[in-house]
């Protein structure tokens, strides 16, 4: 059975940085993609970052050149190192994985229960 479990939200003042970590079992994720995407209040689950089994690196718009997306596949766990957070990047931060990396939630298949990440300004 596929596992995601995530770590690392909390509270933070805005400026401030937060390590997310994702550690997944079940199956081998080497060969997948494996991303994050986030969920503010009355908003719809928006990508934030992906990274390919041949570690290539997406991320949105929003958060580029703030956040980095890393893997390490011996230890199936994925980061999110997320830098100069600002207040509106508030959400429950999911992490997801599939076989090749896509920017739609509606395409993935396997996520994990959420950790909540808010920043005061």
């Known amino acids: 059975q596929v596992q995601l479990v995530e770590s690392g939200g909390g509270l933070v003042q805005a400026g401030g940085s937060l390590r997310l970590s994702c550690a997944a079992s079940?199956?081998?994720?080497?060969?997948?993609?494996m991303g994050w995407f986030r969920q503010a209040p009355g908003k719809e689950r928006e990508f934030v970052a992906a990274?390919?089994?041949?570690?290539?690196?997406y991320y949105a718009d929003s958060v580029k050149g703030r956040f980095t997306i890393s893997r390490d596949y011996a230890k199936n766990t994925v980061y999110l190192q997320m830098n100069s957070l600002k207040p509106e990047d508030t959400a429950v931060y999911y992490c997801?994985?599939?076989?090749?990396?896509?920017?739609?939630?509606?395409?993935?298949?396997?996520w994990g229960q959420g950790t909540q990440v808010a920043v005061s300004s």
């Open positions: 997801t994985s599939r076989t090749v990396v896509k920017t739609q939630a509606r395409d993935y298949d396997y």
């Open positions: 079940g199956r081998t994720f080497s060969n997948w993609a």
């Open positions: 990274i390919a089994w041949s570690s290539n690196q």
